[in-house]
């Protein structure tokens, strides 16, 4: 709300804008202070990587991680499937944790700020992903819908044709064996 002084009613521009907030935003009452991303990605690559970091996290049912080094391990699954190149996986950790706040550490573990952020960013990368097909299909295949039920949700909102013809399907061929 501080950051624009409204909140959407339309999902998607919520998020959007609750990430911008955060990226570009989180010190804006701060005069004259801005805190250096450690990872040096720019708001563009921040976001593909954050996004490809949410749906790893749902593929491995992570709601949160038990300790740094599980959250490295993700970070660099998350490079390698998103194709963005990262040479400081900690770096990245410390703007999710700081500079760009999506993750809180609360002892050794860390968790998301709120459960629906990966769920939404998890529909944004299945959306712009140039591997969604096979991703659809691992989801369908290794039968984890149930992780990913908010983010078809979500991913409806963001794009309902691809909805309709990735999840759609899915639903009617289990109708139909169902139905056989």
């Known amino acids: 709300f501080g950051y624009n002084n409204t909140i959407d009613k339309n999902i998607t521009v919520f998020y959007d804008e609750l990430f911008n907030a955060l990226y570009k935003g989180h010190d804006?009452?701060?005069a004259g202070f801005c805190?250096?991303?450690?990872?040096?990605?720019?708001?563009?690559?921040f976001r593909n990587l954050?996004?490809?970091?949410?749906?790893?996290?749902?593929?491995?049912n992570k709601s949160y991680f038990s300790n740094e080094s599980e959250v490295l391990e993700t970070i660099r699954k998350s490079?390698?499937?998103?194709?963005?190149?990262?040479?400081?996986?900690?770096?990245?950790?410390?703007?999710?944790?700081?500079?760009?706040?999506?993750?809180?550490?609360?002892?050794?573990?860390?968790k998301f700020i709120h459960k629906t952020i990966s769920e939404f960013f998890a529909a944004e990368f299945l959306t712009y992903s140039e591997v969604s097909?096979?991703?659809?299909?691992k989801i369908n295949?290794?039968?984890?819908?149930?992780?990913?039920?908010?983010?078809?949700?979500?991913?409806y909102k963001i794009n309902s044709a691809l909805y309709i013809k990735k999840i759609g399907r899915f639903f009617i061929n289990d109708f139909i064996t169902f139905v056989d």
């Open 28 to 30: 804006l009452t701060k």
């Open 35 to 45: 805190r250096i991303k450690s990872s040096s990605l720019d708001i563009e690559k």
């Open 50 to 60: 954050f996004r490809s970091f949410s749906f790893t996290s749902l593929y491995e």
């Open 79 to 110: 490079s390698l499937l998103s194709s963005i190149q990262l040479d400081n996986y900690r770096g990245f950790l410390s703007d999710l944790n700081e500079s760009v706040p999506l993750l809180i550490k609360d002892g050794l573990e860390y």
């Open 133 to 137: 097909d096979e991703l659809f299909n």
């Open 141 to 155: 295949t290794n039968k984890l819908g149930k992780y990913f039920e908010k983010s078809f949700e979500f991913l």
